[in-house]
């Protein structure tokens, strides 16, 4: 099956239907739907949300990019991976988004936070993996500091102070007083 074939030689693991229009020269959404769901009945992929389509096997991060168009990876969950919150998020995926939104797929909650324009769409310290968008922890701080202001986090020794600095020009005078609070103690724990 020659669709089959453009799906896998894709290293796509989730597909919207603008991408299966442009992956398989197809216009008609239609068609597209109608050569997913063969494809599902044969049980090569999932349709996990209205317009979303993945392999038996998906990468969670790509699915919870493609959820909302308009996000990153960001706040809790890349904060308990490095280290700087000791909570576990092993069941959630936290990010920026244009509104909330939350949604569960399969064993996964995805949790959409909204940020302002400005600070979601400007690319400062945002790693594209070439499947989504991630915060740097730096990045993840700000946002968190924005969202909710003075919050604790366990451990900041591994934050880069110079990033934060950096970072703190695109949020709010509000925010970025409160990030450079933190900075301050960034670096008495460094000394």
């Excluded at 939104?101 to 936070?113: P, Q």
Aim: some cysteine; proline content about 2%; charged content about 25%.
């Amino acid at each position: 099956m020659k669709y089959l074939k453009l799906v896998i030689e894709s290293k796509k693991t989730v597909f919207t239907i603008s991408e299966l229009k442009f992956l398989f020269k197809i216009k008609n959404s239609a068609q597209i739907n109608l050569i997913m769901q063969r494809m599902k009945k044969q049980n090569i992929v999932k349709n996990l949300w209205y317009g979303i389509w993945t392999l038996p096997e998906y990468d969670k991060l790509e699915l919870a990019s493609k959820l909302r168009q308009s996000s990153y990876i960001s706040l809790e969950y890349i904060l308990q991976k490095n280290g700087i919150i000791f909570q576990s998020y092993e069941k959630t995926i936290t990010l920026v988004s244009h509104n909330t939104f939350n949604k569960k797929i399969d064993w996964l909650n995805f949790e959409y936070h909204k940020i302002k324009s400005t600070i979601l769409t400007n690319p400062l310290w945002l790693v594209y993996t070439g499947k989504y968008y991630i915060a740097t922890p730096e990045r993840a701080v700000c946002d968190m500091i924005y969202l909710y202001k003075n919050i604790f986090f366990d451990n900041i020794q591994s934050l880069d102070s110079q990033l934060l600095s950096s970072l703190s020009k695109i949020y709010p005078h509000t925010t970025s007083l409160l990030i450079k609070k933190l900075i301050k103690n960034v670096k008495s724990r460094k000394a």
